[in-house]
């Protein structure tokens, strides 16, 4: 069968599934590597040999020399975050010249929008959202309210003025006189912006123009989600979501791609299900096995820290993300946490008051009229640490896999069995 061109791998969770390895394990065989929506709330590990890369605005494919690295229109950029990035990769023996572009449409993140970010979430006390306190709300929110400040603008100092100034006046108000914070000087930041711009200079282009360049060539792009489904700002457990849009959809707005030309789409699923932050999860661990999971599987957060809360795999969720983004295959990661376990339940669905849910239900979540349904499955007891054939897995790892293929009716393409890129089942 003739290669697919043009490769979407984005989050079927609530994020952290695994993507940044999914993304450089594939990148071989691709010419461009994308984001298309989020920040530097994003955290994508990547561990090959001795070495570990922590990206947050990067695409994974900028550690595989001669890959074009897309940062879309899409994306929200912090320019302190983005520098502190590509030094710390250099610094780390990666290349970064001309390789990484960035749309002269993303959106900038400024400090008042980090300021608010946090103000909002110690205000709110325990209706916090638990954001990762980057900004990334408030400067969706001044894209959409359509004062935004463009990437593409760092480079027009009359216009970076006459915007911050505005940006300032009304966040500061909003920081002193409601929340009772300092306020930022305009001027200070209006002066470290232009020198990003300076700096950013060369890679501050047409992004859209560039992708379809690309594609136009025959040259193959992968997409790189960020986030997972569930957080998707439309489609996810909202109010508990982040501000874009996770699903393929973004894609399309974030980069300016046609749905045309995107051409398969794997989900990353990890084996059981994490989240960070409040907000709905319905298989969620509160007790001691919650705890073995998160110690087993290193469940703290690349950007904050933070412990993830923990839950067994929701087929329910899955099915939903399958649904929403035209999921094609899965990548199933970090199969190995779950070697330890006599018993692994899977939520195949939820009982209802009036039935059964195999779709995630919103309403009935949000009023607590729902109770997971599960199957427990036998454990394997033995490590699948680093295994690279699929006939190597212990029989009951195997049927843990394919009862998940049967369950969503969807093909589990790639097993993970370590953080390591090497340490990989490729289908
Ligand atoms: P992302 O945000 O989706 O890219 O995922 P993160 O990098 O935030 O979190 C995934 C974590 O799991 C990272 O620490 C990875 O190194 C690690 N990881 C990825 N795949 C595997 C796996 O198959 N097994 C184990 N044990 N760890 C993995
Ligand atoms: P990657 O790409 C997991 C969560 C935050 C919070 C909510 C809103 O590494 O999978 P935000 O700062 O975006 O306004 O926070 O979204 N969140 C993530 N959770 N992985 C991420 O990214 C996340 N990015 C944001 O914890 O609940
Ligand atoms: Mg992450």
Known sequence: MAQKQNLA????????????????????????????????????????????FALRLIPSGILHPGKLCLLGNGMVIDPKALLDEI????????????????????????????????????????????????GIGPAYEMKVSRHGVL????????????KVEAACREKNSILTGFYGKPAHDAGAIIDEYLRYGEIFRSRITDVTLLAHAQIKAGKRVMFEGAQGTLLDVDHGTYPFVTS????????????????KQIHEVMGVVKAYTTRVGS???????????????RTRGNEFGTVTGRPRRIGWLDLVVLRTAIMLNGIDSIA????????????????????????????????????????????????????????????????????????????????????????????????
């Open 9 to 52: 791998v984005l989050g079927a969770q609530w994020g952290d599934e695994g993507k940044g390895k999914i993304v450089d394990l594939l990148c071989e065989d691709f010419d461009v590597v994308a984001r298309y929506q989020g920040g530097h709330n994003a955290g994508h590990t990547v561990k090959f040999a001795d070495r570990h």
């Open 87 to 134: 030094e710390q990769l250099r610094a780390a023996g990666a290349v970064i010249d001309e390789n990484l572009k960035i749309s002269e449409t993303a959106h900038v993140i400024l400090p008042v929008h980090k300021a608010i970010d946090l103000a909002r979430e110690e205000a709110a006390g325990d209706a916090k959202i638990g954001t990762t306190g980057r």
């Open 151 to 162: 990437m593409g603008e760092l480079l027009d100092e009359a216009v970076l003025r006459r």
């Open 244 to 259: 874009s849009n996770t699903v393929v959809g973004g894609i399309c707005t974030g980069l300016g791609v046609p749905p």
């Open 279 to 293: 907000g709905p999860f319905p298989t969620e661990l509160l007790d001691d096995v919650g705890d073995r999971v």
């Open 332 to 427: 199933l990661t970090k199969l190995d946490v779950l070697d330890d376990f006599d018993e692994i339940p899977v939520c195949t669905e939820y009982a209802l008051a009036d039935g059964t849910a195999r779709h995630y239900p919103r309403s009935a979540v949000a009023h607590g009229t729902y109770k997971p349904t599960y199957k427990t499955l036998k454990g394997w007891k033995s490590s699948t640490i680093g295994i690279r054939s699929y006939e190597e897995l212990p029989q009951a790892a195997r049927d843990y896999v394919r009862f998940v293929e049967d369950e969503l009716e969807c093909r589990v393409s790639i097993v993970s069995t370590g953080p390591r890129r090497e340490e990989t089942v490729v289908r």
